[in-house]
């Protein structure tokens, strides 16, 4: 009975409040902010790659884990897949990389502020601060703990001497360990 209770609760307070609108609202912002990211990452790709010698590497790293046909199309479309190396393509997708971040931030802001209730007396200039500072956090997390684990999957597989081919079984195993922790904890 108290089951019972407890999701007409939730449903009441799931339509009240229009958290269905809200969450699409953030979604949407999320993944519109996912195209300006690419377009930069490209744009930095194709201004770095050449100089440093890093799409050499990269097609490399491409080699060892891709069938062979797939690898000799894009290696005979190089010059179309490797970007230019724009300046002014660099400037404009971080601007817009960035103002599309932050946007998602301040949906989020919005949102929570709303469903509880809370009227922002906070300033234009001061509410786009605080999303920049949640957004340049967010990223910086999610950056480092990316770097550290593909480097560690890269220090991981050269001791165990295994191939780069092997990193996707690698996701595997650890996607199965967090399964098995959610499943143990689950049933607590």
Not at 112 to 141: C, D, H, K, Y
């Given at each position: 009975?108290?089951?019972?209770?407890?999701?007409?609760?939730?449903?009441?307070?799931?339509?009240?409040?229009?958290?269905m609108?809200?969450?699409?609202?953030i979604?949407?912002?999320?993944?519109?902010?996912?195209?300006?990211?690419?377009?930069?990452?490209?744009?930095?790709?194709?201004?770095?790659?050449?100089?440093?010698?890093?799409?050499?590497l990269?097609?490399?790293?491409?080699?060892?884990?891709?069938?062979?046909?797939?690898?000799?199309?894009?290696?005979?479309?190089?010059?179309?897949?490797?970007?230019?190396?724009?300046?002014?393509?660099?400037?404009?997708?971080?601007?817009?990389?960035l103002?599309?971040?932050?946007?998602v931030?301040?949906?989020?802001?919005?949102?929570?502020?709303?469903?509880?209730?809370?009227?922002?007396?906070?300033?234009?200039?001061?509410?786009?601060?605080?999303?920049?500072?949640?957004?340049?956090?967010?990223?910086?997390?999610?950056?480092?703990?990316?770097?550290?684990?593909?480097?560690?999957?890269?220090k991981?597989?050269?001791?165990?001497?295994?191939?780069?081919?092997?990193?996707?079984?690698?996701?595997?195993?650890?996607?199965?360990?967090y399964?098995?922790?959610?499943?143990?904890?689950?049933?607590?």
């Amino acid at each position: 009975m108290k089951f019972n209770i407890y999701l007409k609760n939730l449903f009441n307070i799931f339509f009240e409040q229009s958290l269905m609108y809200h969450s699409s609202a953030i979604a949407f912002s999320a993944i519109f902010s996912i195209f300006p990211s690419l377009f930069f990452l490209s744009s930095l790709f194709g201004l770095l790659a050449v100089p440093l010698e890093f799409y050499d590497l990269f097609m490399n790293f491409l080699s060892s884990i891709m069938p062979d046909a797939l690898y000799q199309i894009i290696k005979s479309n190089h010059g179309t897949i490797l970007p230019s190396s724009s300046i002014t393509a660099l400037v404009l997708s971080f601007a817009l990389s960035l103002y599309a971040g932050v946007g998602v931030f301040r949906s989020l802001i919005f949102t929570v502020n709303n469903i509880n209730g809370i009227i922002e007396t906070r300033s234009f200039i001061r509410q786009n601060a605080i999303a920049f500072l949640l957004f340049f956090v967010f990223t910086s997390v999610i950056e480092l703990f990316l770097f550290l684990r593909v480097i560690l999957y890269f220090k991981l597989l050269n001791l165990l001497n295994f191939p780069a081919s092997f990193i996707p079984i690698a996701y595997v195993i650890e996607a199965s360990f967090y399964l098995v922790i959610f499943i143990k904890h689950g049933n607590h």
